[in-house]
């Protein structure tokens, strides 16, 4: 190469480094500055990381909080194209966890001092398993004393059943959007009435309606996904304005339709860097939401939670399915904790978590510093 090729590229890279360091000093972001932060690289990369840190630090403060996630029950009525557990998988062996079991994890929950659980299950919309989860949540607050905080991931439903839930001790909800581009929504969800992007939209808009904290998030490195339709994931965010954030990346299921697109993703690393740019970047353009680090994390690298927590994220959710249902909750390839003892993966998560410097927020809710300051205006 000649040396002015190399002086070029040495003043593009001095060029980008400079541009990156400018832009995460905003409080205002367009879409190409979000693009640019997403892809940053290098050097580059380490500065948006260190500015999220601090944004997280001056914004929500040093703690980080538990959430204890039981994936009560694998059937699901919907089929989204790149799922595990999508009712078109024969593959799957159905279970429902007793409510008696989901008891006992809660109390176990709550004697760990975690300060909240989170019920996550497929989409079911009958009104007995409605009225089954109001009755769980009424004696999850029961055999708490109200401590423990209840967040519900159980998909799209009415607005009754999300009132009932709400009413019955339920306070927080998770319900990604997986894309807001609708194109690429179709691409991996079945184009049909039961997966209706605009039905998806209008869901987050009637949790918020109700009084929940809502939380959505997207899948990250999917087929057919640019570098811009993240950054407008990320503008949708901003625009409904949500107080918590669940996103990681996409993992391929050998069982799914949207395997077949596998030869378009990108390498598992790229995917977990994209992840963790992602996280960072939203925790630039929304300093007050909490943001979970995503199990799927975890998959593509051991220390993946660990890594989001020093980069944006607030939140961690430890997974306390019974070991006996864990492997029928197969939502992608190689999910980690499979055969793992929750109270074994609890102290080994403590002890990485105090050596990463985190502290943890025992025996509190961990709510949306969003959603609190919210309430206040
Ligand atoms: N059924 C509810 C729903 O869809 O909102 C909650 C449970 S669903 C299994 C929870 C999340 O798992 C989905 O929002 C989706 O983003 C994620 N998920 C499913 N398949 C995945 C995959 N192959 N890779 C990464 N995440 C996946
Ligand atoms: Fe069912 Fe949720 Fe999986 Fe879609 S993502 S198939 S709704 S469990």
Redesign the pocket.
Same mark, same amino acid.
């Given at each position: 190469m000649s040396g002015q090729a190399v002086r070029y590229i040495l003043k593009q890279f001095i060029f980008c480094v400079k541009s990156i360091s400018e832009i995460v000093t905003r409080s205002t972001f367009s879409t190409d500055d979000l693009v640019a932060l997403l892809s940053s690289k290098g050097a580059e990369r380490e500065i948006l990381y260190a500015k999220a840190r601090q944004v997280k630090e001056s914004q929500t403060g040093s703690k980080i909080f538990f959430r204890g996630l039981i994936e009560i029950s !694998?059937i +699901? /009525?919907? !089929? +989204?194209l790149? +799922?595990g557990?999508?009712?078109s998988n024969p593959n799957v062996v159905r279970y429902d966890i007793p409510d008696e079991e989901i008891l006992d994890v809660c109390r176990f929950a709550y004697e760990k001092r975690f300060g909240s659980v989170v019920l996550q /299950? &497929?989409?079911i919309q009958t009104k007995k398993f409605t009225k089954r989860i109001g009755r769980l949540l009424k004696k999850i607050k029961q055999l708490s004393n109200n401590e423990l905080g209840i967040t519900l991931s159980c &998909?799209e439903q009415s607005r009754e059943t999300y009132r009932h839930w709400f009413e019955s001790g339920a306070h927080r909800y998770l319900l990604r959007i997986e894309s807001t581009n609708r194109e690429l929504y179709y691409k991996i969800h079945p184009d049909t009435p039961r997966h209706s992007y605009e039905k998806r939209v209008e869901a987050l808009g009637i949790l918020k309606d109700t009084g929940y904290q809502v939380g959505t998030g997207v899948m990250i490195g999917l087929p057919f996904q640019t570098v811009e339709n993240l950054a407008n994931d990320l503008q949708f965010f901003k625009i409904i304005d949500i107080d918590m954030c669940g996103m990681g990346p996409y993992i391929e299921h050998e069982h799914t339709p949207l395997y077949a697109s596998r030869n378009l993703l990108k390498s598992k690393q790229e995917r977990f860097n994209l992840s963790l740019n992602m996280i960072s970047t939203l925790r630039l353009l929304m300093p007050d939401i909490n943001i979970a680090a995503a199990t799927a994390l975890q998959t593509l690298d051991p220390l993946g939670r660990e890594k989001a927590l020093t980069v944006g994220a607030n939140v961690i959710m430890p997974n306390l399915t019974p070991l006996k249902y864990r492997k029928e909750y197969l939502?992608y390839e190689n999910k980690p904790c499979l055969d793992e003892d929750s109270e074994y993966a609890m102290q080994i998560l403590e002890e990485r978590l105090i050596s990463a410097g985190c502290e943890i927020g025992y025996g509190e809710w961990g709510d949306s510093k969003r959603f609190i300051n919210r309430l206040k205006k």
């Open positions: !694998n +699901c /009525s919907k !089929n +989204c790149y +799922c557990i999508r009712s /299950s &497929g989409e &998909g939502l």
